[in-house]
């Protein structure tokens, strides 16, 4: 199995940018996709991006559109999140998550691997 570790949470102001890492250990040498998402309090869990094994194929959700970026460094483990012109709106904590295979899903139910999750604040 991977084991995931979300960084680069914090608190940025409206039209800030932050990067969230995502490392991987464990099993890495199998191929696995890797996605994004987030969740505020009493909400549901949100699709924020998805990247295959390779980096053939990424997917985003509505919101994250052509703000934010996923790529993958798979010599060193790594999935990376940009985030640029945050908005309050953005404002969730940011989980990675895992399935073996090379395709991705915007529903949690896939994945089968989750890190813990890493908090980002937007003010206005």
């Known amino acids: 199995q991977v084991q995931l570790v979300e960084s680069g949470g914090g608190s940025v102001q409206a039209g800030g940018s932050l990067r969230l890492p995502c490392a991987a250990s464990?099993?890495?040498?199998?191929?696995?996709?890797v996605a994004w998402f987030r969740q505020d309090p009493g909400k549901v869990r949100e699709f924020v991006a998805a990247?295959?094994?390779?980096?053939?194929?990424?997917g985003y959700g509505g919101s994250s559109k052509g703000r934010f970026a996923i790529s993958r460094d798979n010599a060193k483990n790594t999935v990376s999140l940009q985030m640029n012109n945050l908005t309050p709106e953005d404002t969730a904590v940011y989980y990675c998550?895992?399935?073996?295979?090379?395709?991705?899903?915007?529903?949690?139910?896939?994945?089968?691997?989750w890190g813990q999750g890493t908090q980002v604040t937007v003010s206005s």
């Open positions: 464990g099993r890495t040498d199998s191929g696995y996709s």
């Open positions: 998550a895992a399935i073996y295979g090379n395709s991705w899903y915007g529903s949690p139910e896939r994945y089968d691997y």
């Open positions: 990247i295959t094994w390779k980096g053939v194929n990424t």
